[in-house]
């Protein structure tokens, strides 16, 4: 972190040294792009100095650092306690742009810190897992993605959806299959071609197994189109995955990834949708296709059941105010969701509830095997204050 790097200079300064060679660790402000994707999480940078400037690149570096701590460090400074708000993937994916936005806005409301933690790790169920443990005091929430909920319709989620209490769905979002650039297919009907002369050979990358990417997968499998899938957690490392050789394709929802399709680093093949989108009019649906419609990607606030009920309508009604601002709106549009996305606490279960019957459906006629879910992914901590 910053105040680590900043210690590590001073004590070396202390120690008068005659030389430093070693790692710093630094956590960029939002909105700083490493490479070429979003970075929001800790940064290791290698440094080795020579001994004749030291004394001025430590004295340079602890100004630097000093002047890049976030403002978020206020909360901090003034002791108040932070509302948590538990994002269970990776930083710089779509559930973390949501989480982010939502605290910095839902702080405003509500006149309170509020700190997001990315608790990544098997499709999303070591961050709910986190919120289980928590006490029920309306204090600790989490986004909950159709990722994670997925997992219900399956035999062995290893946690109740009356776990937890939705607070509001916030976006919307159809999914898309991309190819990177650089990949030897130019459209769906070469990918296609290819996977069903050579089933199992070419691999999506995906957000974890028994998610909508996984079941999709699977109704393409049905289909005669077998596809290898990678589960990976983090998004900046799901995102690279097909330029590293490490997948094929990538499953995603086209506006988490909108800069790289604009950059034309990673190019949409194929929507999940009933229809074609308006913002992807050359690219066919798997609708129209015979493929079926997919499944569009959600994501919802929630908290852990047997919280009070003044609590959950305060945080609710809260909600509903952040989705009616100018900010939101113009979050939504940023990421390809819709206009329409959110809906509010009281009509958040139906909807939750409908969406599992539906997915129940599918996952009774797979076969046996895969009605049950198995760990992909280890849990890892990263937490930012706003």
Known sequence: MILAAIGS??????TGGTGFAGQLHYTPPIGTRVGSLPQEREVTMSLTLPVAKISRAAFSLLVVLAFALPASTSAQKTGAVALELIVPFGPGGGADALGRSTAKLLSGILAEPVQVSNVPGATGRQGIAKLIAAPADGRTLAVLT?????????VNPQWKLSDVIPLGIMTKQPSA??????????????????????????????????????LTLQ??????????????????????????????ALYEQSGDVARLITTQQLRPVLSFSAARLPSLPEVPSSQELGLGQGFDQFRAIVVRAGTDPSRVKAV?????????????????KATGAAEDS?????????FLQSRLEVLKKLVDEMPFHARHIYNDGQPEALVQQF
Do not use: C, M
Not at 222 to 228: C, M, P, S, V, Y
């Open 316 to 332: 609710g009604d809260s909600l509903e105010k952040l989705a009616n601002l100018p900010e939101f709106h113009e979050f939504l």
């Open 342 to 350: 959110f809906v509010p606490a009281r009509s958040a279960d139906a």
């Open 219 to 248: 109704q393409l499998a049905a289909k005669g189109i077998k596809l290898l899938p990678v589960p990976l957690s983090n998004p900046e490392e799901r995102y690279r995955a097909p330029f590293e050789g490490k997948a094929d």
């Open 9 to 14: 200079a001073t004590n070396w300064l202390r």
């Open 177 to 214: 299959l991309l190819l990177p650039s650089n990949s030897p297919f130019k459209n769906w009907s070469e990918f296609e071609k290819e996977a069903r002369s050579h089933p199992g050979t070419l691999r999506v990358a995906i957000t974890g197994l028994g998610s909508p990417d996984y």
């Open 146 to 154: 159709s990722d994670t909920f997925t997992l219900q319709a399956y």
